[in-house]
């Protein structure tokens, strides 16, 4: 009867190793896609406005550069506790105001390909690149 119980404990220990060892061949797999957050995903299923690209700003910054299909959605998430604004540099081609501490919004890319710099209007130090293409 102890036997027993021994042995199952060292199958369970076994297995529980193996199992560990799971999460070192996720984390190979997780390198291949560090882009996750950024890649235009050809969306499936909701069909209601699903942003092709996010842009996260952190820490007064845009974060990597994003690239979208013309006339993309465009998501913006604000980490930071201050309010934020996309706002392209020249012409009115978008501009965004996100409220902070995880606000988001979304505005429509650009029909005509091009690379659209874009700024805050509250802090002019702060630069970004949307490539539409
Ligand atoms: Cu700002």
Redesign the pocket.
Known sequence: MKAIQVRAAVLLMAAFLLGGCAPGGGSSGAATSPAAGVTAAPATGAATATAAATIT?KN?DFGTPVTVAPGAVVMVTNM?S????VTADQGSAFDVDVRGSGGTATFTAPSAPGTYPYH????PN?HGTLTVK
Do not use: K, L, V
Not at 82 to 85: G, I, K, N
């Open positions: 700003i007064f930071d201050a309010a934020h604004t805050c209007t509250y802090h702060m």
